[in-house]
DNA sequence: GCAAAAGTGTTCGTACTACACCCATGG
DNA sequence: CCATGGGTGTAGTACGAACACTTTTGC
């Protein structure tokens, strides 16, 4: 039965980052039919002997060079019979998390142009990506309320704004800064450093860090992490 | 490139019901090479021109002629490359709910054999369908805090006795009556109906059922269902 | 009248909310 | 000394947790 079976298994990701205060998207810019480009979500084919997140690791890899701090599955795209107009195409799309900060990308082998995108910025993509992005971002505002996974998107050492900051955009709400910082520091997963930062204007910041290990500890005890806002 | 791509697509389905304060999986016995027989969860290899979910619900009907209550996308299993033994299958689980009294089961064509077994009796299945139902049944546990979907195990007028079993059975926790109660009715989405139960013994119940569209107008104001417990 | 399940209110404590002033540094 | 962002505490409120007795029916 079946054995005609003729449809191709694709991984596509979403990849994070946040610069200047912006949510970013990754994207990448591809050739189709030699005369159209379209940005696109980095992604490809899967290779027969391997697995799925290798492939999106693969694919990353190739077109953007980078390595991403967190990863995970997203959803499967197959529905829509035709959503790649050439041939019937499912893609496993993936969602991470990157330290885009002091990261240059590189345009490597595979795609001819990437770029970091503001997530109120995406131009028309190839495919169903759009509706991809719309689910990935639905996940990262959820998941920041009760998963600690904002601190994948920072450098290892990080403000207390630079924290703030990012939850105010991501969840685009206003935040009490005391409260904020009070309820995070609750948790004791966050560690204070010795060091400081150094401001262009007013009182240096203490550096803070994520610890994961406390973290995983802690989950394994029953806690159960969660941040909410008025 | 990647033309000579070999991975086959599959859908599976985990189905809970739920009998006799019971929370069951929907199981179906396969010959296997024409000697052996696994049980396996219901499912099959998606068609060329069929949607991913069109397969899970024609794989169901075909296989145990039954129409579930709820139905989503659970997690696509593709990175143990040799899960299948005899072809790479990737296979897309879906998550499915179904009010299961009062339901007689045919054995269909496809299947020999098909039976609801207790969420902690199952057997070793095929492939990695082990796996698949203990990620099911994580979600199932985790969803019921945060969304209504309990509902979909009953019949469409309940007890409400019946829906504070079904939360203290499958969260494995003991539930204070009265707060559950108090916090359920609070919601504004369950009905009184003039209706009581007829019971062996003791004092006859009110029956009530779930206002499904008083929920999604809810939800499109902002109101978000979470029930937690001690 | 007794066994069995249904139905119902109050008190207490904890955790979230709202809110404003001082501090350290650079220029 | 002024501008800029960093750092901190308290009072009020609302919601969850704990808890036990009365009601209705069948036998």
Known sequence: MALDQNIRIAVDAVV????NNQLKV?????KFNSDKTYWALPGGLVMNDESLINAVK?????????????????????????????????????????????????????????QWFGINEIPKLAFDHNAIIEMAFHRLKA???YQPIGFELLPKEFL?????????????????????????????????????????????????????????QLS?????FEIKFA
């Open 16 to 19: 994070f980052g946040y610069q």
């Open 26 to 30: 990754l994207l990448i810019e591809q």
């Open 58 to 114: 693969r694919e990353l890899k190739e077109e953007t060079n980078l390595q991403v701090n967190y990863l995970e599955q997203l959803y499967t795209f197959g529905d829509d019979i035709n959503r790649d107009s050439r041939n019937r195409v499912i893609t496993v799309a993936y969602f991470a998390l990157i330290d885009s900060t002091n990261l240059e990308i590189k345009a490597d082998t595979d795609a001819d142009n990437v």
């Open 143 to 145: 998941k920041l309320s």
């Open 160 to 216: 207390f704004s630079e924290l703030e900051n990012l939850y105010c955009t991501i969840l685009e709400k206003e935040i009490d800064r005391r409260n904020f910082r009070k309820k995070m520091l609750s948790f004791g997963i966050i560690e204070e450093t010795n060091r400081f930062s150094t401001q262009k204007s007013g009182r240096p910041a203490k550096l803070f860090l994520f610890n994961q290990e406390k973290y995983n």
């Open 220 to 224: 394994r005890e029953g806690f159960h």
